[in-house]
Structures are given as structure tokens and as C-alpha cells.
T-cell receptor, first 112, second 111 residues
Framework: KNQVEQSPQSLIILEGKNCTLQ??????????LRWYKQDTGRGPVSLTI?????NTKSNGRYTATLDADTKQSSLHITASQLSDSASYIC???????????FGRGTSLIVHP | DADVTQTPRNRITKTGKRIMLECSQT?????MYWYRQDPGLGLQLIYY???????NKGEISDGYSVSRQAQAKFSLSLESAIPNQTALYFC??????????FGQGTRLTVV
């Protein structure tokens, strides 16, 4: 069964600090991995996409990494802001049908 | 206007009632999805459709049905609502291997 596991489940940091969120997956065959940001009560919005051949991809203060051999990804947030408070969801699509499998998300709270 | 519009945004209904959640999109995508989100459980796929003539069950389809009326419209029905179907429901659209675009969600409460 395809699974996506995220850690930590929740994280509290101070404004201006960096943090790293983890994602492990067992989806096979692998097609791509996306990180989504979901603000409370709103639909998720895509931050980054990574395919098998990509190791790192940045989107402003967000940097995602992918190790396809160990089936792990991370999302690093630099110089956190209050607006970064949200749930961050790792989503892995399987090859062929591209049906996405969602992780449960990491809830990030940034305190002033 | 939003790319993906869900109606209603909030709904309270009684146990045993039939309820329909509607979704429309202006992205021109073929693929549409219905997800359910419970606190701490992430998004769970209920049904998905790859085109107008295609309907597929997701992880948790029991108690739900869908209708794809047109490329742009995908509705979710609860034939006889029960309290454990209280949740936040999201509709999403995508093209083949592209990011999914989500609606604003429908908060459903079954009392």
C-alpha cells in the first residue's frame, strides 16, 4: 500500500528561525513529490514539485530536497515569518495514473 | 472568481438526510477529486474522475456517491448522512501530472 509519513506532527518555532520538515514515502512507482501549504480552513496550495532526477528545488524561502534512493524528502524553511504558520503536506504521485497519496501534514506554528 | 468553487461553504444537516456538495472549476482540467479532511488525519480521497465518463472510488467511498455532470462539474452526495461524516470536504482539479488546485472547502456538520 502506498504511504506517505511526515514528521514531526507539529512544530513550534520563533519568528526568524529556520526549520526542516521530513517526509518518507513508500509510493511505487514514483512519479513526483510535491509539498503543499495549507492555511487553516483553506485548501492546500502547491509550493514545490520534484521529479525523480531532481535533488533540490527552491521557492523563495522554501527549499525542498529529494533522495529517491532512500525515498525521503525534506522541506526547509529559512527565516520563518508569522505567515508561515500553516500545515505543510507532502504529496507523492505514483507513475502511470498519477494518483496522489497525501501525508497527514506537519502543523507549523511560528511565534513572534 | 476562484478557479475551483465549492458550494455550500458551510452546512449543518440532520442524521439521515440526503445532502449534495457541488464543485465547479474554470481551469479546464479533466481530472477532479473529492477529499475529506478530519483533524490530524490529513486528506483522504473519496472519489475521483479522470473525465466525464470516468468515476473511480477512493480510499473511503462508503456512504458517498458522485456525479460528473460535465467536465467542469463534479458533485458529491451523502445519501443518508451520519454524524461521523462531519468533516471538511475539499474538491480539487488537476491535469495529467500537474499540481492539484483545491476549492475553499465545505464544512459539513451532521447532527
Amino acid at each position: 500500500k502506498n504511504q506517505v509519513e511526515q514528521s514531526p506532527q507539529s512544530l513550534i518555532i520563533l519568528e526568524g528561525k529556520n526549520c526542516t520538515l521530513q517526509c518518507n514515502y513508500t509510493v511505487s512507482p514514483f512519479s513526483n513529490l510535491r509539498w503543499y501549504k495549507q492555511d487553516t480552513g483553506r485548501g492546500p496550495v502547491s509550493l514545490t514539485i520534484m521529479t525523480f532526477s531532481e535533488n533540490t528545488k527552491s521557492n523563495g524561502r522554501y527549499t525542498a530536497t529529494l533522495d529517491a534512493d532512500t525515498k525521503q524528502s525534506s522541506l526547509h524553511i529559512t527565516a520563518s515569518q508569522l505567515s508561515d504558520s500553516a500545515s505543510y503536506i507532502c504529496v507523492v504521485a505514483s507513475g502511470g495514473s498519477y494518483i496522489p497519496t497525501f501525508g497527514r501534514g506537519t502543523s507549523l506554528i511560528v511565534h513572534p | 472568481d476562484a478557479d475551483v468553487t465549492q458550494t455550500p461553504r458551510n452546512r449543518i444537516t440532520k442524521t439521515g438526510k440526503r445532502i449534495m456538495l457541488e464543485c465547479s472549476q474554470t481551469k479546464g482540467h479533466d481530472r477532479m477529486y473529492w477529499y475529506r479532511q478530519d483533524p490530524g488525519l490529513g486528506l483522504q480521497l473519496i472519489y475521483y474522475s479522470f473525465d466525464v465518463k470516468d468515476i473511480n472510488k477512493g480510499e473511503i467511498s462508503d456512504g458517498y456517491s458522485v456525479s460528473r455532470q460535465a467536465q467542469a462539474k463534479f458533485s458529491l452526495s451523502l445519501e443518508s448522512a451520519i454524524p461521523n461524516q462531519t468533516a471538511l470536504y475539499f474538491c480539487a482539479t488537476s491535469d495529467y501530472n500537474t499540481e492539484a488546485f483545491f476549492g475553499q472547502g465545505t464544512r459539513l456538520t451532521v447532527v
